[in-house]
């Protein structure tokens, strides 16, 4: 991702951490349409299209990047802007059937990565990635803000990514440590609902990013920015680890594995940073297809996540880059359900 050079308007420390975090995660060139990203033998090529504009790049922060799709039981679609200088939408909501969205919530100090609805008390979610924390709004007009997390996780500060629910409501977390200085710290981080305790399930991880539950919930999904693979954490009915390998290997090329979305057939959608297109994988490692925007689409570099509509395969893709924030849609292998949102 090219990033235009602004005079800030944010606290330094915090814009340096996201431009750190743009610039490890983004190449400086989109990778040439219609091109693949890995071992595609008998795979396909999805064509996504333009749905609508959302963001223009901030004269304050000199980018714009969507994160996080994530249906509500409201029936709309929520999206996170990460580099959202305070007075813009940090949360906006979409009503896919009109074409339109609204600010849900903005601030003065959050850089959110991603979104999730818990499935406890149905509170938006959010990872703020420059201060360590999760932070839940209220559902549908996204008030009464509270802190869900924030502090040291064995004695070290977290840069928590992505975020993913258990069916009761425990917290699973990427956490990027590590990321702007290049080295493997990173870890994936449990945080269970009563207590509040976080527990590592994972460490050593090479910037951790997306993460999912599979469809039945057996285990996580988790990528891994900087190395781009994919690995699989089998996990018990107390949120243990039993067992954890490489599970897919994705040669992008310029671009790096972002987050992950399971849909209702246990197939996994990769989103690329640094390429605007989507790498598509059945639970067994097999690549089905490749998501790919119109060859005309100009100054789109990144596709971050994908929202596949609850019991639909109608899917929306959050694309980034000097042209602006986008949505585009496609049809998804499979419809969609709770791990179908982008964590």
């Not at 040439?32 to 901030?58: N, Y």
């Not at 629910?165 to 981080?189: H, I, K």
């Not at 290997?249 to 209702?264: E, L, N």
């Not at 119109?294 to 596949?308: C, D, F, M, W």
Request: proline letters at 5%.
């Amino acid at each position: 991702m090219r990033l235009t050079q602004r005079r800030p308007a944010r606290p330094l420390s915090v814009l340096a951490t996201i431009g750190a975090l743009f610039l490890t995660g983004c190449g400086t060139q989109s990778g040439a349409p219609g091109g693949e990203t890995g071992s595609s033998s008998g795979s396909r090529t999805i064509r996504a299209q333009q749905f609508m504009q959302l963001t223009e790049v901030h004269d304050e922060t000199g980018m714009t990047l969507l994160e996080g799709p994530v249906f509500g039981e409201d029936g709309g679609l929520y999206v996170v802007d990460v580099t959202a200088p305070e007075g813009r939408p940090k949360v906006m909501r979409v009503d896919v059937r009109r074409k339109t969205s609204r600010a849900v919530h903005t601030d003065g100090r959050g850089a959110y990565t991603s979104a999730q609805f818990s499935p406890y008390d149905g509170r938006l979610h959010l990872s703020d990635f420059a201060h360590g924390e999760i932070v839940s709004l209220a559902p549908g007009g996204g008030g009464d803000p509270r802190t869900v997390f924030s502090g040291d996780v064995d004695g070290e500060p977290m840069n928590p990514d992505d975020i993913a629910f258990d069916p009761r409501g425990n917290l699973y977390v990427s956490d990027s440590r590590g990321l702007s200085e290049g080295t493997a710290r990173g870890r994936v981080v449990r945080i269970d609902r009563k207590s509040g305790e976080a527990t590592v399930l994972a460490d050593d991880l090479a910037a951790p990013n997306g993460i999912s539950f599979d469809a039945d919930y057996r285990g996580l999904w988790f990528s891994e920015l900087t190395e781009n693979r994919i690995s699989y954490l089998r996990l018990d009915e107390a949120g243990a680890v039993t067992s954890r390998h490489t599970a897919i290997r994705v040669d992008g090329g310029i671009a790096q594995t972002d987050s992950i979305a399971v849909d209702a057939d246990g197939n996994l959608y990769q989103g690329l940073h640094g390429r605007a297109g989507m790498a598509v994988f059945s639970p067994h490692g097999e690549r089905l297809a490749t998501v790919e925007l119109p060859a005309r689409a100009e100054g789109l570099e990144s596709a971050t996540n994908v929202a596949i509509t609850p019991g639909g395969t109608r899917a929306y893709l959050t694309v980034s880059g000097p042209a602006g924030g986008y949505l585009y849609t496609f049809d998804a292998l499979a419809e969609g359900t709770r791990q179908s949102n982008g964590g």
